[in-house]
């Protein structure tokens, strides 16, 4: 019995032409979408940050703010742009607020935030004195947190104590020149020592982390400690200043030691 077979057949492989693809063009679609989304977030002039609105700046200049903001708002191309951006989705709030903190000393806190499409809010806290610092004949204005943020200040003013304080290095706008914690001990003591004793103080002498004197404008001294209870040294020198040593004999005092114990030694000229 004789056995046929088919005829052997060679298939033709079909050709697959890329631009007939359905999913070819359902990528460049995408594709095209997502270049003009990006064009139009980062290049196109209705996202580019063109107002600057600065508020709350007294001695601040809104010049230097606003120079400062411009060089920071500007994004030079990378590799994959062709022009520089100044577009508000790339304001990077975080570096703006450490370069302006840095540069500009008198401003304790600042809040940006963006107003679509073109606008950044600036609203600027700047520092407060609360006492003036000084180092041989240059003083400062420190604020309540012992930062020195302004220069040649006046020292006659009678509403802030005066500090000194010895050291060698020289100081710079912007540096903690005392603990917040110690500047807070120094007011407490200034505020009862004019308030409650009716005595005034010429100022104040930080000489160490655990010693301060008050330097009253008779001429006399008294000596605080940092580490020990303020509230009894000043009690201390209360009682001292009313038992032992009257308003006449003042003048010749040459300081009252309050910082130790249950004492308050003193000593005349």
Known sequence: ???YRK???VKKKKSILIW??????????????????FYLIFFHSF???????ISGNQKVATEDLENLLNQKII?????????????????NFGEIRKEILKSLPQIEEIALKRKFPDTILVQVKERKPTAVFCQNATCFFIDKYGIIFE?????????LVTLRKERKEEMSLGEKIIAKEQLSKILEVEAKLKNELKILSE?????????????TLEGWQ??????????????KLKAVLEEEIPQEKRKNLEYIDVRFGNFAPYKYR
């Open 1 to 3: 019995m004789r056995k």
């Open 7 to 9: 005829p052997y057949r």
């Open 20 to 37: 007939k693809n359905r999913f070819f063009w359902l990528g460049i679609l995408i594709l095209i979408i997502f270049g003009g989304i």
């Open 47 to 53: 996202f580019q940050v063109k107002v600057i609105k």
């Open 75 to 91: 994004h030079p191309p990378p590799f994959f742009w062709w022009r520089a951006s100044k577009s508000i989705f790339l304001v």
């Open 151 to 159: 220069p040649d200040v006046d020292v006659t003013r009678k509403d």
């Open 203 to 215: 100022e104040i002498l930080v000489i160490s982390e655990e010693r301060f004197n008050a330097k």
């Open 222 to 235: 008294i000596y605080f400690n940092f580490q020990e209870d303020l509230e009894w040294q000043l009690t």
